[in-house]
């Protein structure tokens, strides 16, 4: 007497679909354990961004420049930070004295290197002055006292234009602004960096002088700040996904399925990166973005022909 019975699976396919399908419960398992794995792995994902990493780094000028960068800095880290005069130029006791106090606080920050930080009032601004036979004197330009007199602070605007490292440099050429560069230490994290940045501009910020700051690490540290808000961006849009994905399936299964399939592997692809010690650049992070939603739109396309 004739049964029915399922058709005999002929390609290596069918017969890898075959077995799925009998032991279900036992590769269902099997993806929950491996999954579970590679979530431990996207806990440990480093995410920094290393400027040695977006340069070829067996070039041989790089390679001189990290033999350089162990004493003199790798100059990827430098901030300017400006002080302007909102009402004139910055020769004027109060102005002096915010960029005095500002450069004396900067200097002795852990997080830079002090050597490299410069301004008019640090100590290794010297002015260069020749006097009767021919003698050569090195004097500070503003360290340790600023000007106080009328006839100083003519001296030191004299000092400072008439000298071409200073004109145009460390004072802007219409007087209204002085620089203040230093450079953050390799291990200083961006948000560290930020926090301290933020703080000097407020603290010396009020309605006669403004503080301005530029620089890789200021930079960064936005990007950083800002993660929150990028998270808020990609919730939304998941949110926006799981709703279309309603609308086209109309039921439960249709809208689990792309998603859970994406989900999964996003983790696997975090819990790899996690383990291997790949940097993931937050810069990237719209890129994953991008390649799980594309993952779901492949499901998509699956589960309706599923469904079909």
């Not at 994290?189 to 940045?197: K, T």
């Not at 009020?206 to 930079?219: A, E, Y």
């Not at 808020?232 to 399936?249: D, E, H, P, Y």
């Not at 790899?272 to 991008?290: D, E, Q, W």
């Amino acid at each position: 007497m004739p049964t029915d019975s399922p058709p005999k699976p002929q390609t290596w396919l069918d017969r890898f679909c075959w077995l799925v399908s009998v032991h279900r419960i036992k590769v269902l398992a099997l993806i929950v354990m491996i999954t579970a794995i590679f979530a431990y792995g996207a806990t440990k994902i480093q995410s920094e961004v290393r400027i040695s990493e977006m340069m070829p780094y067996d070039h041989p000028y790089l390679k001189l420049h990290a033999k350089f960068a162990e004493i003199f800095g790798t100059g990827g880290s430098g901030v300017v930070i400006a002080l302007k005069d909102r009402h004139g130029d910055i020769f004027n006791t109060n102005s002096l004295t915010k960029l005095k106090r500002m450069t004396e606080e900067v200097t002795f920050w852990e997080e830079v290197y002090r050597m490299l930080t410069v301004s008019i009032a640090s100590q290794s601004a010297k002015v260069v002055k020749t006097k009767a036979k021919g003698v050569i004197v090195i004097e500070s330009l503003m360290f340790p006292d600023i000007p106080r007199t009328e006839q100083e602070m003519a001296e030191l605007k004299k000092n400072i234009f008439s000298d071409p490292s200073k004109n145009g440099i460390l004072v802007s050429e219409d007087g209204s602004a002085a620089l203040l560069i230093t450079e953050f230490k390799e291990e200083v994290s961006y948000q560290r960096s930020l926090e301290l940045l933020q703080a000097i501009r407020d603290k010396y910020s009020d309605d006669q002088t403004s503080v301005h700051i530029v620089g890789f690490p200021m930079l960064m540290g936005w990007v950083y700040s800002l993660r929150p808000q990028m998270y808020m961006v990609f919730g939304i849009s998941i949110v926006a996904i799981i709703l279309v994905l309603i609308l086209i399936f109309r039921n439960f299964q249709g809208m689990f399925s792309p998603v859970v399939n994406a989900f999964i592997l996003t983790i696997w692809g975090l819990g790899f990166t996690g383990f291997s010690g790949i940097n993931f650049n937050p810069m990237l992070y719209v890129l994953a973005f991008l390649v799980g939603s594309r993952m779901i739109g492949n499901s998509h396309q699956i589960a309706y022909r599923y469904f079909e």
